[in-house]
């Protein structure tokens, strides 16, 4: 199977499985991707949102607490980014951007806007600091994940309008600009994962150099080694979304264990 095919599934039967639970009272997955609760006995809780009520000086219950460790050493462990490929409902539109734009013949370089590719790491450390400074748990304010997150989950109309805009800005504005340059959860998510066990890793003996990776690739500056080198993507802004494997003819790239004691 694609790994795509299985990514696309395991984000919709998440989404499935919230609206399931929420409109029809069933245990299976309630809540949204703030803060869920699993067959009503697994509490989980977004660790960037629980950050942000710690500065703001809320007061935040140990199940919650709880919650969020759970998913942060889950992240932490399993595959850079993950969320952001398999979890993220804004990543099935941002997918969808890049698509349209590959189709509609849509020159790759072209945008309206430059930003440096560290922009989301200063929108991080800007939202934590304004977060304790206003005592307000700023991303969770105007959070366009968890606009989008909670529109599909609620079967809110109006998630149209945020999808459009998504949508919109990825096609003109900047390619890849919303996961790639903006958004601060992904940045988190990066920074939490920088030692994750689950990686892809580049085999220069079967490798014809086609780069076809690299066009493939949402994120190709961490794929500098394909057709240099052997080894394994360290880089944690990967977002394992399996791309590279996908389109891999040569069967250079894999999803392997990584082996942190070899590397130091």
């Known amino acids: 199977m694609k790994i795509l095919l299985f990514r696309r599934l395991t984000q919709i039967l998440i989404l499935v499985a919230f609206i399931v639970s929420n409109h029809y009272g069933l245990k299976l997955l309630l809540g949204d991707l ?16 629980l950050l942000q009520l710690i500065l703001a000086g809320a007061s935040v219950g140990m199940s919650v607490i709880i919650g969020a460790v759970i998913v942060a050493i889950l992240y932490a462990v399993i595959a850079p980014r993950a969320f952001c490929a398999w979890v993220c409902p804004v990543n099935l539109f941002t997918d969808m951007a890049a698509k349209l734009r590959e189709k509609l013949g849509f020159n790759k370089d072209a945008k309206l806007l430059n930003l440096p590719k560290n922009t989301r790491y200063y929108l991080l450390l800007a939202i934590l600091v304004f977060s304790a400074l206003l005592s307000l748990p700023v991303f969770e304010s105007v959070s366009f994940v968890g ?17 459009f805009v998504i949508i ?87 999803f392997s264990i990584r082996n942190l004691k070899e590397e130091r």
């Open 147 to 163: 606009m989008v997150q909670r529109g599909i989950i609620y079967l809110d109309i109006f998630v149209l309008a945020a999808i």
């Open 34 to 49: 703030s803060a869920s609760s699993l067959f009503g006995a697994i509490t989980f809780a977004d660790p960037f949102a």
């Open 168 to 254: 919109v800005f990825d096609m003109f504005v900047l390619p890849r600009g919303i996961c790639g340059y903006i958004c601060p959860l992904g940045a988190f998510y990066a920074l939490l994962s920088k030692f994750s066990l689950i990686r892809i890793s580049h085999d220069l003996s079967k490798c014809n150099k086609c780069a076809k990776c690299l066009k493939a690739c949402p994120e190709p500056q961490v794929l500098s080694m394909v057709g240099h080198k052997s080894g394994f993507v360290t880089n944690s802004e990967c977002i394992s979304c399996g791309r590279c494997i996908d389109v891999c003819n040569d069967d250079a790239m894999k």
